[in-house]
């Protein structure tokens, strides 16, 4: 019998600005900064979920373009779970960003992209990195 290999399933914003800045969120437990997401939930769509996860963090009222789907990355979550994660590119149309989950992320900044692995990131940021620089001139 064959054993099925069972991965968490994320989604999650890149979200970039003008100054070619990405928003990231600093995770307190993980001690790295990672891009607006979450789990999945049964019967969502993956851009629903996507966005529904960036306003539960970052804010109700901020407003962000169509997401585009980016890129879907295969990881080892710091805790050692497999994950999948499908990153969705957008911009902030309007709003004011704030954390509103505290206990969890401290902050949230933006990041020049062409520069971001001097920081601690995420593990699928790490893989997408190259992916996202060259996209992101």
Known sequence: MKKIEKKLVLVSCIVVNDKKEILLLYRRDHKHYETPGGKLQLQEKLEEAAEREFQEELGKNVKIESLKLFSKVE??????RKAIAYKFITKIISGKL????????SKFKWFPIQNLEKYPISPDLKIILPKLKESIK
Do not use: L, T, V
């Not at 990881?75 to 050692?80: E, L, N, Q, R, V």
């Not at 704030?98 to 992320?105: G, S």
């Open 75 to 80: 990881f080892i979550i710091p805790d050692g």
């Open 98 to 105: 704030e954390i509103r989950e505290p206990a969890i992320f």
